[in-house]
């Protein structure tokens, strides 16, 4: 069984950076798509970012792009986040999730396709 965990949520100011990171225990890293979502209150979880297992090609949600940086170690098992630019509705809990499907072309936007998920950090952004 996979297990992942993030680390490095908190309180920052708007403009600030922090830099998510999400651990991998368990299974084959290198083969799993890894991507992030966040969810804010009484909202649904959406993607923000991904990075493929093949290429590390990488995709990002329009709200994010050009702010959001994915990125992976796969000697560490890990998957960054870093985010610069932080705005007040960028607060939310955001979660690591881990899609072990090799065939996919591209990350899929759906929770349902990402078998395996962290338990969440909180990111809150203060104007």
């Known amino acids: 069984q996979v297990q992942l965990t993030e680390s490095g949520g908190g309180l920052v100011q708007a403009g600030g950076s922090l830099k998510l990171s999400c651990a991998a225990s368990g299974g084959t890293f290198a083969a799993y798509t890894m991507a992030w979502f966040r969810q804010a209150p009484g909202q649904g979880r959406v993607l923000l970012a991904a990075i493929m297992w093949r290429g590390n090609s990488t995709t990002y949600a329009d709200s994010v792009k050009g702010r959001f940086t994915i990125s992976r170690d796969n000697a560490k098992n890990t998957v960054y986040l870093q985010m610069n630019s932080l705005k007040p509705e960028d607060t939310a809990v955001y979660y690591c999730?881990?899609?072990?499907?090799?065939?996919?072309?591209?990350?899929?936007?759906?929770?349902?396709?990402?078998?395996?998920w962290g338990q969440g950090t909180q990111v809150t952004v203060s104007s």
């Open positions: 999730a881990a899609d072990q499907a090799l065939y996919r072309p591209v990350p899929s936007p759906h929770t349902t396709a990402y078998d395996f």
